[in-house]
């Protein structure tokens, strides 16, 4: 088992850093950066200390920036060993990530997913786009990986790009990972259901479904629940600390509803 999976000790979200966060939580929710350089700093800290090539090494290196250093809002280790049993159980060809952020959680589906599969992922802020290009051609997944700056509620746009660049196309998507905003959960995953890119099968896990929340997509995946879903609620806590508890939804993709 790679030095990353295990769970870490956890540390009081008091910090600083986490306090700065939440005083700009507008700025982080709109422009998807904190506002004090830590997402540029993260990437310079991964290119200083982690092993060219060595996708875990980055992993290590994030991690620890964001417990030593300054915190991060990407899905941290305890929720991402949950992302990492998904993907594996998925054992998906093409996955969707809808928010890179600096990277982090593409870093962990390439490590662990087959031979052949690609992540394509949906970053709306070309400066996270950049640090996570950065981070991923370090670590030497930038060929299995690829950002496309944009958003899936643009009126249609950034999924035409998918599907002209990127291989989008009936049933092609076997896993999603959504960890944009919250509040384009359910219309996202509407519109990945009327282009038909889902299969039976497919598999999407959304993270921070109690915190920050994103209810109408729970609303939706419980309506839905043995008739065109099946969902598993993995209860947890958000990223890198214990107090503030959070959910991460597996949701797997039975299919349309048969006739009546």
Request: hydrophobic letters at 45%.
């Amino acid at each position: 088992m790679s030095a990353h999976r295990g769970l870490r000790t956890r540390i009081p979200f008091l910090r600083w850093s986490f306090l700065r966060m939440m005083f700009g939580i507008r700025k982080l929710t709109t422009e998807w950066q904190v506002g004090d350089g830590r997402e540029d700093a993260v990437r310079d800290y991964v290119l200083a200390n982690a092993k060219a090539g060595d996708v875990d090494d980055a992993i290590r290196a994030i991690d620890e920036y964001a417990y030593q250093q300054k915190f991060l809002i990407n899905v941290g280790d305890e929720k991402g060993a949950i992302l990492d049993a998904a993907l594996r159980r998925a054992a998906p060809k093409l996955i969707l990530e809808l928010g890179a952020y600096v990277g982090y959680s593409g870093l962990r589906m390439a490590s662990v997913m087959p031979e052949g599969a690609r992540i394509v992922s949906v970053e709306f802020l070309e400066a996270n786009a950049e640090i996570t290009r950065a981070i991923w051609r370090h670590a030497g997944i930038d060929d299995r990986a690829t950002v496309v700056v944009g958003t899936l509620g643009d009126g249609g746009g950034t999924a035409d790009v998918l599907a002209a660049e990127h291989g989008f196309a009936l049933g092609s998507v076997d896993f999603v990972f959504l960890d944009h905003d919250k509040d384009a959960y359910l219309p996202d995953t509407e519109l990945l259901l009327e282009r038909g890119w889902l299969h039976p099968g497919s598999i999407l896990v959304a993270d921070n479904v109690k915190f920050p929340g994103a209810p109408e997509y729970r609303k939706f995946m419980q309506a839905g629940e043995g008739t065109t879903w099946r969902t598993t609620e993995h209860e947890t806590h958000a990223e890198y600390q214990t107090m503030l508890k959070d959910l991460v939804l597996e949701s797997e993709h039975l299919g349309a509803p048969a006739a009546p």
